[in-house]
């Protein structure tokens, strides 16, 4: 356990890291239940295969919304984390900055295969529907070793499963959609 300010999330996340001896961290965000492990294993390989402080597959849209990680460097994290000129946002998206100041970082995008794109499909756990349709997929799955492209393989064919959250607006965080817009 490895504790630090409650209201400074980058304060804890690249001390915990550097207390722990980590070269990178892989970061998901807590509403994102449907992990791939094969596209995880993806951006830590282009990760540790390239010259890059920050992978991830989220800059521009493609992947199903909530279908994403993030690989960056300790280092540049406590670099980061000793700038003062931060805003409280920055501190509480841990790789915000980052990714909204591209001149500055060596980043990587991975982007969306064809067997994978499907933007408009939200795998994300913002309403009592989308926690529904968790547990729903996880038992016809019977556990967590699924892949993205299995998940929407599921989608098609039986596409009824995901009608619940069709109509559900994203609540991600207004400055995302502005600043991946890029």
Known sequence: MFRRAQNDVLDRVSNAAAHFKADAIVQMGADSAYLDYELIDQLVGLYQGGNYDYVCNDLKRGYPIGIYGHVVGVGKLRELNQCR?????????????????????????????????????????????????????????????????????????????????KTLVQRSVPYLSKARSR
């Open 85 to 165: 000129d931060l805003t409280q946002e920055d501190r509480e998206d841990v790789v915000r900055y980052i990714w909204e100041h591209p001149e500055s970082y060596r980043i990587y995008n991975l982007e969306v295969g064809r067997d994978c794109s499907f933007q408009e499909l939200r795998l994300t756990i913002d309403y009592p529907e989308d926690l529904e349709l968790a547990r729903e997929v996880y038992a016809y799955f019977q556990g967590h070793r699924f892949t993205t492209s299995q998940l929407l393989t599921l989608h098609r064919q039986r596409p009824h499963l995901f009608e619940k959250t």
